[in-house]
């Protein structure tokens, strides 16, 4: 399994994950030319990708879905977390119930945000990545979907000092730091460290704002918290509008034969550090 962030941020989201020569678009909030030339960059096109998985409805992950099912008719799949839309053609599915799509073994799982809003776990041969943007905390239920994982997209859309001195209406600024608004580099920090000991080996920080956040302070404050804590192994990188991220290979957590753990959802624990 391998994946690459086509484009993040407030101007269009999508992510492009393989495996087994199948792939799926997560969230599609650029306009179908746009991603067939995203996607020309990896080598790949649209024929290769056999279903688009909806994780929210606001504009900037699903704007490119009418012209999507335009150009590539009933052969593409569109695929809706609880709420988000998707247009007619979209299948909704229930959150925390996987399903299959492709090679995949699909789950949405709900996340706190001001609108329907679930990040998405992808299984399959043994190999596990989660992602989540567009959240306002990480509690527990969802590290414990992300937990296993040897890849994460998640959020880090800004640094706090940077959102307070920042020119944003205060009551934007209320939104965005509240529990129900977008993920700061500190917050993407503790989650990183409570998933490091489970695995984690790639991380690709979301998401980021252009006014209150650079790839470089995002990539700083998470980088260094992992590596004060012993973690400086895992790979930080920060994903970008309009430019894919170099091919993230999604690696099997080292000692754990796959991320199966939410039967049981301590047995995947075995460093004993939280
Ligand atoms: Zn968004
Ligand atoms: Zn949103």
Known sequence: MRLS????GSSGNATYVECGGEGVLVDAGLSCRRLRALLALLGRTL?????????????DHTAGVASLVRECGD??????????????RAEA????VPFRVGAFEATFFSVP????TYGLRLRAGGLCAALA???????????????GAGAVVLEANHDPEWLRRGPYPARLKRRISSASGHLSNAQAAEAALALAPYGLRHLVLAHLSETNNSP?????????????AGYGGVRVLASLP????????VEAPAGVPSCGYESRPWAGRLFGVE
């Open 5 to 8: 962030v086509l484009s993040s």
């Open 47 to 59: 024929d290769g990708v056999r279903a688009v998985l909806l994780t929210h409805g606001h504009a």
């Open 75 to 88: 052969g593409l799949r569109i695929i809706a977390a609880p709420g988000v839309g998707g247009g007619p």
């Open 93 to 96: 599915v229930p959150a925390g």
């Open 113 to 116: 945000h001001d609108a329907a």
């Open 133 to 147: 943007t567009d959240l306002g905390e990480v509690g527990e239920e969802t590290l414990g979907w992300m937990r």
């Open 216 to 228: 470089a302070r995002a990539c700083g404050t998470v980088g260094s918290r992992l590596r004060a």
């Open 242 to 249: 309009g430019r894919p991220t170099p091919w993230v290979e």
